[in-house]
């Protein structure tokens, strides 16, 4: 061993005695320079790639964080000691402005003149789930509120609805002592009251006000002397337009005929003697032609059918009578109209008026003869025909009443009437004056109005 080799040995203080070197003297490799080298390089190929800036957006966001902190805690007073949280407000329980029904019509326009108070009332409830199970959570009360009028039973309350009646009928002073309320008065309300209860319990359009309260009184007067009695009604008076006769008037209006609402008939008929027929069966055939294609289509229903049918039976009944009678015509006819119940009464009543009795119409002064000549709902009173309420009112017209206040006075002389005829307004006035004789004739300056013949000239 080279003498400096021997003084190296000895000299290493690490070196094991008895063990020899493992590398022996072969140079040993740079890995210090080799991994400084390799940190190099991958720190190149991390700062372009993805990751390198999702990594500094999130030293970012963490810088910002910090400083944030560091802000709020240089801007921030000394926190207070913490107070209680109020109590939280119950909510205000408004009503809404606006009530309308399901019926698809506002019922503020169930009807005109109607008083329609609404209120809402809103309260604390439970669990929704356990609410919409329970019908009173959610639940309407409507009440309609009706009073039904007393008939007026003195001379000055017939007075003051029509002034100067007692001149014209000096007899009813003597008669009215002992006047008693027909019972048709009160069924006449009841069957409105009827009416309004069934509509009002739907949400259907009511009766008006105005038509509710259309008759003020209806009494049974007997004279002491003669023993003639009278039905004497104060009401409003409304249009009628109905009726048909081939001998007077062969030719009418095309409305007229195909017209799906006149009535050709009226409750007052007699034996046709002219060989002109009907102008209203030509549009009557019509009808009953339209129903028979109807029913022959594939898709009308069996219900619509039956109803075609029963329709088809009807009309043809009417066209067998429109051949064989002949009746008022409104545009042309005085005539008044009564409620159906008191024309086809069965109690004997001997005041009950019924079709074709004489009648006058007393108003403003003036008394008009006439008859008993159709018959009209239940429900309502105080109806004329059109020929009649142009006399009253010139305005007057199939949509406008000639008289709307209750001063219209009604006279019917029950068990009056003759056998059926052709209208002869000289007659009438002749009959209608030697029945008031009976009741002590007219006042002085009264007389029965004379009507005039107003048919075409070309139609007779």
């Known amino acids: 061993m080279p003498p400096h080799s021997e003084n190296q040995k000895k000299n290493d203080p690490h070196e094991i ?116 199970d329970t019908d009173e959570s959610f639940s309407a009360h409507y009440e309609l509120k009706i009073k039904l009028p007393k008939a007026i039973t003195t001379l000055p309350e017939l007075e003051k609805n029509s002034p100067g009646l007692t001149a014209i009928l000096p007899g009813l002073e003597a008669m009215m002592p002992k006047a008693k309320v027909s019972g048709f008065f009160y069924q006449l309300y009841e069957n409105k009251a009827k009416r309004m209860k069934s509509n009002a319990t739907q949400l259907n359009e009511l009766m008006t006000r105005h038509n509710f309260y259309d008759c003020e009184t209806m009494l049974n007067l007997k004279h002491p002397e003669t023993g003639r009695r ?3 009604m104060q009401a409003e008076m409304d249009v009628v337009s109905d009726g048909s006769d081939g001998d007077r008037l062969p030719v009418m209006p095309e409305k007229i005929v195909n017209s799906t609402n006149y009535q050709p008939l009226t409750s007052y008929g007699w034996k046709k003697t002219g060989k002109s027929p009907n102008p209203l069966i030509a549009g009557w055939k019509n009808r009953i032609r339209k129903a028979e294609q109807e029913i022959a289509l594939a898709d009308t229903k069996d219900d619509r059918k039956a109803w075609l049918q029963s329709r088809i039976t ?35 009543d001997p005041y009950a008026a019924r079709v074709g009795d004489y009648a006058v119409v007393v108003y403003e002064g003036k008394i008009y003869p006439s008859i008993v000549g159709d018959a009209g709902p239940s429900f309502k009173v105080g109806e004329a025909s059109l020929r009649f309420c142009k006399q009253l009112n010139p305005k007057a017209g199939i949509y406008s009443r000639p008289v709307s206040d209750l001063s219209v006075t009604y006279i019917v002389f029950p068990r009056s009437r003759d056998s059926s005829r052709e209208p002869d307004y000289a007659m009438w006035q002749q009959r209608c004056g030697s029945l008031l004789s009976e009741l002590g004739g007219l006042g002085e300056g009264s007389a029965l109005y004379s009507w005039e013949d107003t048919f075409p000239p070309s139609a007779k």
């Open 17 to 132: 005695e008895g063990i020899k070197s493992r590398h022996g003297n072969a140079t040993t490799f740079p890995w210090f320079r080799v991994s400084i080298l390799v940190l190099l390089c991958g720190s190149i190929a991390l700062l372009f790639s993805p990751l390198s800036e999702n990594l500094y957006r999130k030293l970012r966001e963490l810088r910002s964080a910090g400083k944030e902190v560091t802000e709020k805690k240089v801007s921030e007073p000394k926190p207070k000691a913490p107070e209680s949280p109020p109590k939280p407000k119950e909510p205000a329980i408004r009503a809404p402005q606006d009530h309308t029904a399901s019926s698809g019509g506002d019922m503020r326009m169930l009807s005109r003149g109607l008083q329609l108070n609404t209120k809402i009332r809103i309260e604390k409830g439970g669990a929704a789930s356990l609410e919409r």
């Open 314 to 348: 009807k009309i043809k009944r009417e066209i067998k009578d429109m051949e064989a009678r002949s009746f008022l015509v409104a545009d042309y006819d005085p005539f008044i109209v009564m409620p159906i119940n008191v024309l086809t009464s069965n109690g004997g």
């Open 230 to 232: 009278i039905f004497l």
